[in-house]
């Protein structure tokens, strides 16, 4: 039986039903001639409404069953707690039989022109160039790969130096630090500088100034 | 000649790996040798092949790559590869210099900028295979990529791609359309 019989079983019962229990009322209200809703015509289907009444009641299809649900999904249904899961959002499995899912397989053919879109295609930069110190490539907008790391070198042993001088993390003095290499001495301005010293000559892209 | 009948039978193989079964045609194209050119004959240009087996990356992924140096000298497809951010970028750019050193040392090339990129492609390599864990109990079956890169360094300048106008388009298809006959006529 599909959801539309049932549910148009189910209407037909409790429309009998219905019909039932307005029996039982008129025929209560029978006693009382105050109730005046009654319907003469109501009263004369009454007594062909206790047979059918009765038939049903024989038949038992006035009694509701659970809908047996034939339907096309997962084979796993819902379990018997119904009541707490219709108030809560539904399932992932109630709603996989609307999800989008593709028709037919994408052929090579619309994939190919698909991935050699221009969109995807790579673009062939111009804004590479030598760089004037070292001579490598560099981009107009980037510092030298080479030279940076030269320097990066150079800095690392600086830093090297001054972490033995401080001795342990965050006892860096309230001073400016002043970097000398080999035959060089500070100036009467650079006093009140703390002097760390490089044994190697200047390099020449570490001006003084 | 015994040899290359060997070959093409399948003969039984205790020692059978996947190492074997690997083409390495493209590495073979370096040793061949051409006759002795005539004197009033056009120079050969200098060629060399290298390539670069099983690389960790996906062969889709290298294509693009690998089209966008098809046709380049090689400074400036060096170039182009140093300022990519992809992973074959930089595998492809060593590829490259090896093939530049190769050139200049075995192959008679005397100048190492004078060489252009003839042929760049890449193919899929010999795939590991994984488990991948998805819910309720199912599983696929992953494939670890990898994939070849072959290059063809060849000296001397890019062939220039030839501009074809509009009009000389349209020409040629006004001239097929004028060519057409009809067959096994009378």
């Known amino acids: ?209 | 000649m015994l040899f290359a009948f060997g070959k093409t039978q399948k003969l039984p193989c205790i020692h059978t790996s996947a190492a074997l079964d690997v083409n390495k045609n493209w590495d073979r194209k370096n040793l061949h040798m051409f006759p002795p050119q005539q004197p009033d004959e056009a120079r050969r240009p200098a060629e060399v092949h290298h390539c670069r087996r099983q690389i960790k990356y996906s062969k889709d992924k290298m294509w693009y790559l690998a089209n966008m140096i098809r046709g380049m000298t090689i400074d400036e497809a060096i170039a182009q590869l140093e300022f990519n951010d992809k992973k074959g970028a930089k595998i492809m750019k060593e590829v490259l210099l090896e093939a530049q050193e190769m050139a200049v040392r075995n192959h008679n090339v005397e100048y190492k900028s004078n060489l252009y990129v003839a042929e760049s492609f890449s193919n899929k390599g010999k795939y590991l295979k994984r488990i991948r864990y998805h819910g309720r109990g199912m599983f696929g079956i992953m494939d670890k990529v990898h994939c070849h890169y072959f290059v063809k360094l060849v000296e001397g300048l890019p062939p220039k791609a030839e501009q074809k106008t509009g009009f000389d388009q349209a020409k040629n298809y006004v001239e097929q359309l004028k060519s057409r006959t009809i067959i096994h006529a009378l």
Request: hydrophobic share 35%; glycine share 2%; with cysteine.
């Open chain 1, 1 to 209: 039986m599909t959801k539309h019989q049932t549910t148009a079983s189910n209407s037909l019962v409790s429309k009998q039903l219905a019909r039932s229990q307005f029996f039982f009322l008129s025929m209560s209200s029978c006693n009382n001639q105050t109730n005046q809703t009654v319907s003469p015509t109501v009263i004369c289907k009454s007594y062909l409404n206790v047979l059918e009444c009765r038939i049903i009641e024989a038949t038992g299809l006035d009694r509701q069953f659970a809908p047996a649900l034939a339907v096309h999904g997962p084979s796993i249904l819902p379990h018997p707690h119904d009541e707490q899961e219709v108030t809560s959002e539904p399932s992932f499995l109630d709603n996989v039989f609307w999800m989008a899912a593709p028709k037919k397989r994408r052929t090579i053919e619309i994939n190919r022109t698909r991935r050699r879109d221009p969109s995807f295609m790579l673009k062939v930069k111009t804004n590479i160039e030598p760089c004037v110190e070292c001579g490598h490539l560099k981009q107009k907008h980037i510092l030298c790969g080479f030279c940076y790391e030269k320097i990066r070198k150079e800095t690392a042993l600086i830093r090297g130096q001054i972490k033995a001088m401080e001795g342990r993390p965050l006892n860096t003095p309230a001073q400016e630090t002043l970097v000398l290499y080999d035959s060089e001495s500070p100036w009467e301005s650079d006093k009140d500088k703390r002097i760390v010293e490089r044994n190697r000559k200047r390099p020449s892209w570490f001006s003084i100034y």
